[in-house]
């Protein structure tokens, strides 16, 4: 769980970084990376929730 935790730090301040640099540089390939990145970890955190879910719906015994 601590290298989740990792990964989504890493994420939001790789997401930041790339907002930042936009804002300084006003290149839109910044904004694009970042947007990337962003959607990729929102898809990466519902998989992991749906595992999550599915793991303990099958923890339940019949």
């Known amino acids: 769980m ?3 935790r990792l990964l989504a730090v890493i ?3 790789a997401v930041g970084v ?3 640099m ?3 540089t006003g290149n839109r390939a910044y904004l694009a990376f ?3 990145l962003f ?3 929102v898809v990466f955190a519902l998989l992991v929730f749906a ?3 599915v793991e303990r ?3 339940i015994p019949w």
């Open 2 to 4: 601590w290298l989740l």
């Open 34 to 36: 970042s947007w990337r």
């Open 51 to 53: 595992l999550m879910f």
């Open 11 to 13: 994420l939001v301040i």
């Open 22 to 24: 936009y804002a300084f």
């Open 57 to 59: 719906l099958a923890i």
């Open 18 to 20: 790339g907002v930042v």
């Open 39 to 41: 959607r990729y970890g």
